[in-house]
């Protein structure tokens, strides 16, 4: 839909008698094929020429010393995530959603929060894990005690707020299906 090979005809339809067409074509039926590109405004422009020119000079000064090194992380971190991660979470999440049997809306109660806690861990996973404490300190004069900590406490959170959210959600419908279902006369 919307590639160059996309030709449209006008859909015809029945109106009071009437037949008028209700899509126009994208491209000149029996002529040359052109597409319609649409860039955006000039504002929108603007801010993807900045953030091209955010990441190539972030690629620039990370490639600058140890290219090799990068090179190599990036590599083994998509052959890890690909061949080893992947499976695991995708056999997960089937194990949820076998799971969760009839009520196939509340594997997203799960899901939103497995994931927020999974993107911290990985943001995190240097001071969670206690690999650059001594770093950290260095750099920041602050202490690298307590990330795992806090981590497990925001995870614990973000799965409470979940499933009070859900249970809050099921009262509501549970309480307009009674409200909806017609009284019996006795």
């Known amino acids: 839909m919307g590639g160059p090979t996309d030709i449209r005809r006008p859909v015809m339809r029945l109106t009071l008698g009437r037949r008028r067409p209700a899509l126009r074509p994208r491209f000149r039926l029996g002529g040359p094929?052109?597409?319609r590109f649409e860039l955006g405004s000039p504002?929108?422009?603007?801010?993807?020429?900045?953030?091209?020119?955010?990441?190539?000079?972030?690629g620039v000064r990370l490639l600058d010393r140890d290219w090799f090194d990068v090179a190599l992380w990036i590599v083994g971190a998509a052959l890890l995530h690909d061949l080893v991660l992947l499976p695991l979470y995708a056999a997960a999440d089937r194990?949820?959603?076998?799971?969760?049997?009839?009520?196939?809306?509340?594997?997203?109660?799960?899901r939103?929060?497995?994931?927020?806690?999974?993107?911290?861990?990985?943001?995190w996973f240097p001071l969670i894990g206690g690999?650059?404490?001594?770093?950290?300190?260095a750099a920041t004069g602050l202490s690298a005690?307590?990330?795992?900590?806090?981590?497990?406490?925001?995870?614990?959170?973000l799965f409470g707020g979940s499933a009070l959210l859900y249970v809050l959600l099921y009262a509501v419908r549970l309480r307009r299906a009674t409200k909806e279902r017609p009284s019996a006369d006795h």
Request: glycine share 8%.
């Open 95 to 110: 194990l949820l959603v076998r799971a969760a049997g009839r009520r196939p809306g509340a594997v997203m109660y799960v």
């Open 33 to 35: 094929l052109r597409p």
């Open 131 to 137: 690999e650059v404490a001594g770093r950290y300190t």
């Open 145 to 157: 005690d307590g990330f795992a900590t806090r981590w497990l406490l925001l995870t614990a959170a």
């Open 43 to 58: 504002f929108q422009l603007l801010l993807l020429a900045c953030s091209f020119a955010l990441a190539a000079y972030a």
């Open 112 to 123: 939103v929060p497995a994931v927020l806690s999974g993107l911290l861990l990985l943001v």
